[in-house]
């Protein structure tokens, strides 16, 4: 039916405002799109340590950005513009902010 569960990210600040109905999702359209697992799983964790103690769980959050902010970056920087698993790097980057907070 077309129909996706997730969030499409514009490329270009300009973009935001497109219709969602004249959206193509693939290469090289200037959209990337994050699944619901990609923004769950982070999510669970962040409330999970926020429900102990709230300035643990945005330091949490703010790894988990970026890991957003990684992802986006090899993304942009790969040559050809196929489609890539999200979750490595943002659960990587959300499970070493909980390991800094877990020690410190």
């Known amino acids: ?13 300009k973009d935001f405002a497109t219709q969602q109905t004249s959206l193509k999702l693939g290469s090289g359209n200037g959209f990337g799109f994050l699944g619901g697992g990609d923004i769950a799983l982070p999510l669970m964790l962040i409330l999970s340590v926020a ?6 769980g945005i330091i949490v ?3 988990s950005l970026l890991g957003l902010l990684l992802l986006h970056f090899v993304f942009v920087l ?12 943002l ?4 499970i070493l902010g909980y390991l800094i907070v877990l020690i410190f």
């Open 61 to 63: 959050s703010l790894f």
């Open 51 to 56: 429900s102990i103690n709230l300035m643990d």
């Open 91 to 94: 659960v990587f980057m959300t």
């Open 78 to 89: 790969k040559k050809e513009l196929k489609p890539m698993p999200g979750l490595p790097p």
């Open 1 to 13: 039916k077309g129909v996706y569960f997730g969030i499409i990210i514009p490329s270009k600040s």
